[in-house]
Nanobody, 126 residues
Framework: QLQLVESGGGLVQPGGSLRLSCTAS????????LGWFRQAPGKEREGVAC????????HYADSVKGRFTISRDNAKNTLYLQMSNLKPEDTAQYYC???????????????????RGQGTQVSVSS
């Protein structure tokens, strides 16, 4: 079965950290641009971060710049999102996405995607 599976969400206090993981099964992430988006109840979907096929370039939403870091490990077929200095407004369901884009050197926040994970909940509260 071809799928993305996220993990690492949870409840954390403001100022805390979490690392989300997204592992692909049934296919290789090697030729995919990857990203994360989030959606909170009653709010628009927001592109959080993306990383190019090579991993050489990343982009972040202004709301998370300097606090979140996206990375990929093709050998482990896994995408990561390291989140630090978390704020209550970061509370949302987080989804990873994969966009088949071999040879590309760009990525786009909230891009089209071929695969999307089931989501993992991140809650920031004291």
């Amino acid at each position: 079965q071809l799928q993305l599976v996220e993990s690492g969400g949870g409840l954390v206090q403001p100022g805390g950290s979490l690392r989300l993981s997204c592992t692909a099964s049934g296919f290789s992430l090697r030729y995919y641009a990857l990203g994360w988006f989030r959606q909170a109840p009653g709010k628009e979907r927001e592109g959080v971060a993306c990383i190019t096929v090579s991993g050489g370039s990343t982009h972040y939403a202004d709301s998370v710049k300097g606090r979140f870091t996206i990375s990929r490990d093709n050998a482990k077929n896994t995408l990561y999102l390291q989140m630090s200095n978390l704020k209550p407004e970061d509370t949302a369901q987080y989804y990873c996405i994969a966009d088949y884009y071999p040879g590309s050197s760009v990525c786009t926040l909230l891009s089209r995607y071929d695969y999307r994970g089931q989501g993992t909940q991140v809650s920031v509260s004291s």
